[in-house]
């Protein structure tokens, strides 16, 4: 198997083939993502530590970018999904899917929509469960062979009938106070190991091994107070055979016959209540037979990593909800966890207005009164009528002057490289200077206002960017300059 697969190239992968897949996909990020990646969610309940996008908070996690489903030849780009970490296999989890329109600060990529539903298998279908699959699994003895081994009532003796029925009585009263033990240690397990949260596999095999014993171990009572009415059966025959064969020339037992009667008579009346009292746990029976068969069909491989793959989108944002439920009884596991994932390719080309600030001096050129001395004032006022016109002159200079100069521009940026500012951490709560900075090549055209004329001038140079905002370092050229008159 390749080290970098997808699900797409492996469309029926087993859970464990699945698990093994995603764990080597990097970790979604916030603004750069590669494909494909996983989200993963921790689902214990204290911070676990992550990789270099910083810790993993319980039940939570921060928002992705995803790159833009595209399908370039047999490897699809857009590929996500969400690994559950430190989770449980008695709970199912499903994600639900709602795309938006991008609110984000991020080009929308124009592409193919694809609204596949991400799914989770149902829970596998159950194997037979009754007595003697837990019975013979434990290597105990059968009901019958229980039965069979008891000892023959000798029908000629009342005394050892009598004696067969006290221990008949005392026996299911024992046997019904052992079951009523039993389905408490089962509750016991049921609240120490039915968890949702889970440290390692070894921890989910021992609680699964718990949650057997204690079944196995309520079944068994079951089977041995079932016993008890095939002995009351015996008890009747060895009673009947006595009043047949060693009553009538026996008269003087008549009256312990009688009481044997009445003793076995009593004694059937306690074993019918305690069976109506056991006739009220079967709502106890139930869950037990329910968690019998889920545990039984459990596959290790998702005892506590579970995949949620993610359905494709492109240029949407796509509100991610994980919702978990108990396996058997289905009630929430505890509130759903929610994520925004924005299905956004990160901008390479950009297309901005902006100021050139050039240290080309600025110089404007201009018709100026020229110098016009006392003197010069002086002898024109002297000139005879009729002389050529006399007075100040006329002189080309400077109307402004400055070392450095301010224009208005428009720049197209290649973004050669996107990578982390410095200073931003993934997952935190905001970024007011920024997340995603860059570096690339730029070039642009300004309208100069000191040329005097519409005339175009240039920029070339190199960029850094964070987020929208770009500082460009590089050269002006193209500036002239025309006689403004």
Known sequence: MAQDVGTVRYPNPTPQELRGIVERWPECDEYLSKSPCKVTINMSNVPEPGDSHGPLMPHAHWDVQVPPFITLKATPRGEAAILLKNSSPFMACTVAATPTAPTRDLSTNVGSLLTAVGTIGAVPAAVPFGPEALVQSDSALTLQERVAALPPLPASDIEAIQQSIDRLGQSANTDYDAIQDAYRSFRTAVRKDWKFTFSSDVAVANAIDDLKNTIRAVQRRLDVFA???????????????????????????????????????????????????????????????????????????????????????????????????????????????????????????????????????????????????????????????????????????????????????????????????????????????????????????????????????????????????????????????????
């Open 227 to 485: 016993g008890v009415g095939l002995q009351l059966d015996q008890i009747d025959a060895a009673l009947a055979q006595f009043q047949k064969d060693t009553l009538p020339s026996r008269p003087d037992l008549a009256q312990k016959f009688r009481d044997a009667q009445n003793h076995l008579i009593a004694t059937k009346a306690r074993i019918a209540l305690l069976k109506d009292h056991l006739s009220d746990t079967s709502d106890k029976r139930k869950l037990m037979v329910q968690i019998w068969d889920f545990l039984s069909n459990l596959d290790p491989a998702t005892f506590t990593e579970q995949v949620l793959p993610m359905a494709y989108f492109s240029g949407k944002q796509v509100t991610e909800t994980i919702s978990c439920k108990d396996a058997i009884t289905k009630d929430p596991a505890f509130d759903n966890i929610v994520f925004t994932a924005y299905y956004e390719a990160v901008p390479h080309l950009d297309l901005s207005v902006g100021a050139i600030a050039s240290l080309l001096g600025g110089r404007q050129l201009a018709t100026t009164t020229g110098p016009f001395t006392p003197g010069q004032a002086a002898s024109c006022a002297g000139a005879a009528a009729g002389s050529p016109p006399c007075g100040p002159t006329s002189v080309l200079g400077y109307k402004g002057r400055s070392s450095y100069q301010f224009m208005p521009g428009v720049f197209v940026e290649w973004r050669m490289a996107n990578f982390h500012c410095p200073w931003a951490k993934n997952g935190a709560p905001w970024h007011p200077a920024g997340y995603v900075c860059s570096v690339g090549l730029a070039g642009g055209v300004a309208i100069n206002p000191n040329n005097g004329g519409p005339a175009a001038e240039f920029f070339e140079g190199l960029s850094f960017g964070i987020q929208r905002f770009a500082i460009m370092v590089g050269v002006h050229n193209g500036r002239y300059q025309d006689y403004g008159g």
